[in-house]
């Protein structure tokens, strides 16, 4: 009871001092609060702001990588059309400079070679010789028979008017007037009147006298008979269908051929048989079929085929001959060099030298 009868005389204080300890208390619990709040806010806002920093650097090396490989891509894209490009320019300078060559060679063997031509223009006078004198004769021949058939046809007429004035012809009585007494010979008229026969005159044929009759109804043509008509026109118009019609218009109409549309007339494939038409033609127009295979030596083992000039009718060709691009200096009219028409190609005087991939030379 004492110790009850303490706390109640201290109860007021007590009091007071509980309320300013647990007013300290929140006050105190408030700022630890605020505390925590700031270094918990703190440290998440550095754990998120490094794993954004982490992933910004992943993503980065996943972008450096896909676009490393992409630009290796393209640079390898490019090396490769950059190749083929020069190869096709090292080809297109090969082959200018094989068919520069093989025109030079043509030119110089063929074009300008002058016993060749000579040759060539002598066989050809020869050749227009002979047909000249084919046609000559040729025309000379139809001459004559163009004579030989106006002759026929002056002889013929002679002949009919012989024989339409065969009654001109001398009798034993009275001569005719191609032969006159007072000539020594008679006139070649007479003579051919004597050989002609005369021309008979042509028997009318009698027509069948008609019978005018009116009990014969059908050979009634008299005006007293029935009137004689005219045949009508025939009608151009197509029968109907049956028994009275043609058979060959019923034929006709019923195995008539198929006419179908433009879609089911035309072949499906007909593409594919164009393309086919279309490399029958190109492997037509082509000089050989062996492909054109650069850097090999498949046709070394070949024999050389000579061109159609060296096999020629007229004359051999005078390459290799001592007279083929012989100088003859004591038959120059003066001291001066011979000096070609065509000016020199520059690529044939750095002959020797390397080419560039590009067919330049370097």
Partial sequence: MATLARLQARWTTVRQQFYFRNNAVDVFRKKEYDAAVKIQSWFRGCRVR????????????IQKCWRGYLGRQHYQLIVKLAYYAMKMNLYNAMAVRIQRRWRGYRIRKYCFNYFYL???????????????EALDEFAEMKEREERKASLEREEKKRDYQARKMHYLVSTK?????????FRQEPDPWELRLQKAKPLTHRRLELQPQRSSCLSNWLACTTARSFPRSEFLPPIHRRQCQGPFRDIADVLEQRYKPLEPTLWVAEPMDELKEAREELKRQEWIKNIHDNMFLPFSSHHKNRKYIPSMHMSSKYD????????????????????KNF???LPPIDLFSNYGKMYSKAGQIL
């Fill in 339 to 341: 000096q070609t028409v």
């Fill in 316 to 335: 051999p060709s005078s390459h290799g001959c001592p007279r083929f691009r012989d100088e003859e200096p004591e038959k120059w009219i003066s001291n």
């Fill in 118 to 132: 000579k040759a060539y223009l002598r066989a050809v006078s020869e050749t227009n010789d002979a047909i000249r």
């Fill in 173 to 181: 009585q009275i001569p005719g007037i191609y032969n006159s007494p």
């Fill in 50 to 61: 490094a794993y954004i920093r982490f992933l910004h650097r992943v993503a980065i090396i």
